[in-house]
């Protein structure tokens, strides 16, 4: 079993910056990968950004490419998402998840095994 715990969402100006926690616990050494995702009010829930834990390597969807940065503290069980130059059009509830069956690049919501319970942002106009 993983726990996840996002935090750091919030009410954001556009063009502002907010950075996302997401601290794990539990059976953490059975994880390949961190994802984050979105979801929008009336829109799928899509894929943000993934880590992978034993190797350096990172992936983003083009929409976030540039803006955003998702990184790892090992020592800590917590993984980021620093998101810069925020636009409207990012408002949704951000949520962390586990991938603990694939290795590489994995977008697809089906392919995280644990998520967190999510955190709001609102980016204002």
């Known amino acids: 079993q993983v726990q996840l715990v996002e935090s750091g969402g919030g009410l954001v100006q556009a063009g502002g910056s907010l950075r996302l926690s997401c601290a794990a616990s539990g059976s953490i050494f059975s994880i390949n990968a961190m994802g984050w995702f979105r979801q929008a009010p009336g829109k799928e829930r899509e894929f943000v950004a993934r880590?992978?834990?034993?190797?350096?390597?990172?992936y983003y969807a083009d929409s976030v490419k540039g803006r955003f940065t998702i990184s790892r503290d090992n020592a800590k069980n917590t993984v980021y998402l620093q998101m810069n130059s925020l636009k409207p059009e990012d408002t949704a509830v951000y949520s962390c998840?586990?991938?603990?069956?694939?290795?590489?690049?994995?977008?697809?919501?089906?392919?995280?095994?644990?998520w967190g319970q999510g955190t709001q942002v609102t980016v204002s106009s």
């Open positions: 880590i992978s834990l034993n190797v350096p390597s990172t």
């Open positions: 998840a586990a991938d603990l069956r694939h290795s590489g690049v994995y977008i697809y919501t089906r392919g995280y095994d644990y």
